[in-house]
């Protein structure tokens, strides 16, 4: 497992901007997949966007396609969430995941978890 820190939540207006980022340390990441989830107040935690380490593909789901891009920064062992076009339903608790293999969507695949970061989107 590897160890992860996210930051970067606040508070946005719709149609802003902000960019989270997820720290990563304890293991070497080079064949890791990385994953941001979220989850809104009485909702289950759900797939946002991941990224292959090494070889940079990206996925992202149908609901945040277009708005949010993914990005690693090898050098400082960092993922970004880079999150566009912010709409009031993107208010959630932010997470990053790591696994030792290729991007899954699903979180039941991910066994390194950060604590979270609250992005909350006014209308």
């Known amino acids: 497992q590897v160890q992860l820190v996210e930051s970067g939540g606040g508070l946005a207006q719709a149609g802003g901007s902000l960019r989270l980022s997820c720290a990563a340390s304890g293991r070497t990441f080079s064949r890791y997949a990385m994953g941001w989830f979220r989850q809104a107040p009485g909702k289950e935690r759900e797939f946002v966007a991941a990224?292959?380490?090494?070889?940079?593909?990206?996925y992202f789901a149908d609901y945040v396609k277009g708005r949010f891009t993914i990005s690693a920064d090898n050098a400082k062992n960092t993922v970004y969430l880079q999150m566009n076009s912010l709409k009031p339903e993107d208010t959630a608790v932010y997470y990053c995941?790591?696994?030792?293999?290729?991007?899954?969507?699903?979180?039941?695949?991910?066994?390194?978890w950060g604590q979270g970061t609250q992005v909350t989107v006014s209308s």
């Open positions: 995941a790591g696994r030792p293999r290729g991007i899954s969507t699903l979180e039941r695949d991910y066994d390194s």
């Open positions: 990224i292959n380490w090494s070889g940079g593909s990206t």
